[in-house]
């Protein structure tokens, strides 16, 4: 996919992207951690923006051993939303919204979003064919969907997801700013 003209990047920290100047004409809204926060940035950044295409950047635990570096994401579910019995896990009760949804990418991981950090195996993760884990995803997808906007994510994997995950993360949080900033110029045609 081409990206369009007008585009907003939406990461959740500095630490994960730096601050230093975007290339191409981008905006950057910063969410902040969890659905909750993410779903308000993002709606607001909407409104404000009117951008054609929200690319999410931001950090990942792998649930998959083959998964490393910088990948893109077409498909997140909610790994939190447990609302058994109305509902099975990961779909909201009483909502119409697809449980998962697509982005504007044909291939692509599979994420699963929710409001804490993986540390440990989730069986339901892999009966799901789960990827990578984050705390974001859905909710920046979600505010897309109710929007009309198509979404894009870039997820550089920090960790396994597991017991060292905290640990992993912290020490990782930077590395993936360059081979995005790489990938973007790339992919809008300008240098980085």
Known sequence: MTIKTRLLIACALPEELGTEPLPGNTSVVWTGVG???????VT???????PDVVLNFGTAGRV????????EV???IQRDMLAEPLAPRGHTPFDTTPPVLLSAANTGFTCASGDSFVSAHDPWLVDQG??????ELFALAMACHQHGVDWQAMKYITDDADSAAAQDWGSQVRQGRLLFR??????LGVSA
């Open 182 to 187: 790489q990938w973007l110029a790339q992919r």
């Open 64 to 71: 998959t051993a083959h998964v490393s570096g910088l990948v």
């Open 35 to 41: 659905k909750v926060n993410t779903a308000i940035a």
């Open 44 to 50: 607001r950044a909407i409104a404000r923006h009117q």
């Open 130 to 135: 789960v990827d990578i884990v984050d705390m």
């Open 74 to 76: 077409s498909r997140v």
